[in-house]
């Protein structure tokens, strides 16, 4: 059984939690799950999007752990996929909640998100300041109001064009598509157990890393009895229990999130909208022609190429270029060529 004593799980901790047997990790995500449920009587609820995590959580609570009574919660953004809106639409127990706001409605508000909800937040805080705060300060510059530097506090120099990219970014879109729905829902159901994993993002290792799998003490609570799951992990639990997933992820997806969610979508080897364009077609034109998201992402992988194009250039080591009938002064050298 996991310990919650320590504030603060090491690096080396989750590294060697990551190596535990599946097996392992199935026990200790039950005993995370038995220790939620009896604090809070039984009223909890499982947070169930379709996507392969929360279909193995959803398949721990009610099976593993014997509470095929704990409802699920499916918040429908009005992005989900068609074929996952019917995959959990066919499961028992589920309750659907929506958001009071569209996407729409989200990104004319208060802005697009990019890249990532960090740098989202840090850029839209930039973009909104009024005069020379200490936020702006530290988004821009790194140096909090101590006067000590903050790497994580300061957009990364390859996002800082976006403050004055001609349009706002924000990282809103969640909390009012997800966040504040699935709130009202806890309201209703209890608090839930949510199928996130460390792995994914740096934001998700450090909350981990800090709550535990069992945050008691948040001003949300929640439970996220798989964080020290892999994605190898996800994939053989479905396979060895042999249980029903959406069928999105046999289309060539390997994530089931919004439909148009530009978060990452500046990586090179990410082809959700080329998929996107094949499966969804009327879809991806709505993307392109009324929501105006391509233009933002071409901005997006601008600057990112740019960044790599640049990085391959210092990258480039110098070659001396000698002629043997008029031979160059000594230490005479050109940069190499891409």
Same mark, same amino acid.
């Given at each position: 059984m996991m310990s919650? !004593?320590?504030?603060?799980?090491? @690096?080396?901790?989750? /590294?060697?939690? &990551?190596?535990? +047997?599946? @097996?392992? /990790? %199935?026990?200790? !995500?039950?005993?995370?799950?038995? @220790?939620? &449920?009896?604090? *809070? $009587? $039984?009223?909890v609820s499982v947070s169930f999007s379709g996507g392969l995590d929360s279909t193995v959580l959803l398949d721990l609570v009610r099976n593993k752990c014997g509470y095929p009574d704990v409802p699920a919660v499916f918040s429908n953004t009005g992005l989900e996929f068609p074929e996952n809106v019917r995959f959990v639409r066919g499961c028992p127990n589920v309750h659907e909640i929506r958001p009071k706001r569209s *996407?729409?409605?989200? %990104?004319?508000? *208060? #802005?697009?998100? =990019? =890249? +990532?909800?960090?740098? +989202?937040?840090y850029v839209g805080e930039v973009q909104r300041a009024k005069g020379e705060t200490a936020t702006k300060r530290l988004r821009l510059t790194g140096m909090t109001s101590r006067g000590t530097k903050s790497r994580l506090g300061e957009i990364p120099d390859v996002w800082k064009p976006l403050i004055d990219c001609g349009f706002r970014v924000s990282d809103k879109c969640c909390d009012v598509l997800k966040k504040e729905p699935l709130a009202r829902a806890m309201k209703i159901f209890g608090p839930p157990f949510v199928g996130t994993r460390a792995e994914e993002s740096m934001q998700r290792e450090l909350s981990y890393k800090f709550h535990g799998c069992n945050a008691y003490h948040m001003k949300s609570p929640r439970s996220t009895p798989i964080a020290f799951w892999t994605g190898h992990? %996800?994939?053989? &639990? %479905?396979?060895?229990? !042999?249980?029903p997933y959406s069928p999105l992820y046999d289309m060539g997806y390997d994530r089931s999130g919004c439909m148009?969610?530009?978060? #990452?979508?500046?990586? !090179?080897? @990410?082809?959700? *909208?080329g998929l996107l364009a094949k499966t969804h077609p009327r879809i991806y034109a709505f993307c392109r022609d009324r929501l105006g998201l391509f233009d933002v992402l071409d901005v997006v992988q601008t600057l990112w190429d740019d960044r790599y194009r640049r990085r391959r250039k210092a990258a480039t080591p110098t070659v001396p270029i000698v002629s043997p009938i008029d031979p160059a002064p000594a230490g005479f050298a050109v940069s190499g060529t891409d």
């Open positions: 919650q !004593s320590k504030a603060v799980l090491t @690096d080396e901790e989750l /590294k060697a939690r &990551y190596a535990w +047997s599946l @097996d392992r /990790k %199935i026990e200790e !995500s039950c005993n995370r799950i038995v @220790d939620w &449920y009896s604090r *809070f $009587g $039984g009223r *996407f729409r409605h989200v %990104i004319e508000t *208060f #802005g697009y998100p =990019v =890249v +990532s909800k960090r740098v +989202s937040q992990d %996800i994939k053989e &639990y %479905i396979r060895r229990e !042999s249980l148009w969610c530009l978060l #990452g979508a500046h990586h !090179s080897d @990410d082809n959700r *909208f």
